[in-house]
């Protein structure tokens, strides 16, 4: 299966403590993305990567989380001092930076984050 | 912020009726796109509209845009037990983020 992956697909954490969720794209796509969603609202964009460079950040995402995609491969997402509220699902997705292939983006499974 | 809304919440229809859900959204799009979201595969995309089109086909699905009153329609006909999902527009705001709305949530009955 050559879709994009992500890892862990559930993650169950205390207050406080840090998680880290990683993302694997479709291998030759450039575009990667992050969303939060939560039950019954659509995907919230979080931050969005163009190969290594991070080029957009929603102003939801605050100083406690961080992404990276150091050699514009794979990305991880982390969420320091979990808050109850930090718990959603965590989506990523990919596109090809071509035109009129940009828009479409691939989604992967989510990692579905509970925050005790 | 969600620029999407789409109408109506919640659908129920029996197996082999159409299924139409509308989107409004707030700014000027360059297009828009649907995607289809159930527990099985996740979030699938559907279809994408141009801001110069008005219509477009893809299998059972119709998408109808219109930019002047800010609204989009997807219509699934003869709809199957495997539709039962959410359906969500999504627009993108700037060059890079992508706004998608609270979702059409479908019930296909056997």
């Known amino acids: 299966d050559t879709g994009v992956s992500q890892d862990p697909r559930h993650k169950i954490t205390k207050r406080g403590q840090n998680v880290t969720f990683r993302c694997d794209p479709i291998?030759?796509?450039?575009?990667l993305y992050w969303y939060r969603q939560t039950l019954g609202q659509g995907p919230e964009f979080l931050t969005y990567?163009?190969?290594?460079?991070?080029?957009?950040k929603s102003r939801l995402l605050s100083d406690r989380f961080s992404a990276e995609r150091p050699k514009g491969s794979f990305s991880t997402l982390e969420i320091q001092r979990t808050e109850q509220g930090d718990s959603a699902m965590y989506l990523c997705?990919?596109?090809?930076?071509?035109?009129?292939?940009?828009?479409?983006?691939?989604f992967g499974p989510g990692t579905r984050l509970t925050v005790l | 912020s969600q620029q999407g809304e789409e109408d109506p919440q919640a659908l129920s229809i029996q197996e082999g009726e159409n299924a139409t859900m509308n989107c409004s959204y707030k700014?000027?799009?360059?297009?828009l796109q649907w995607y289809r979201q159930n527990s099985g595969r996740g979030l699938v995309h559907l279809i994408l509209?141009?801001?110069?089109?008005r219509e477009k086909h893809s299998g059972r699905l119709r998408v109808t845009l219109d930019t002047s009153k800010k609204s989009s329609s997807l219509l699934i006909t003869a709809s199957r037990a495997a539709d039962t999902a959410s359906y969500f527009c999504?627009?993108?705001?700037?060059?890079?983020?992508?706004?998608f709305g609270t979702g059409t949530r479908l019930k296909v009955l056997a």
């Open positions: 291998s030759e796509h450039n575009r």
């Open positions: 997705a990919s596109s090809l930076a071509q035109t009129g292939l940009a828009d479409t983006q691939y």
């Open positions: 999504a627009t993108r705001e700037g060059t890079y983020k992508y706004i």
């Open positions: 509209i141009r801001s110069n089109e």
């Open positions: 700014t000027s799009i360059n297009n």
């Open positions: 990567f163009q190969n290594e460079a991070q080029l957009e």
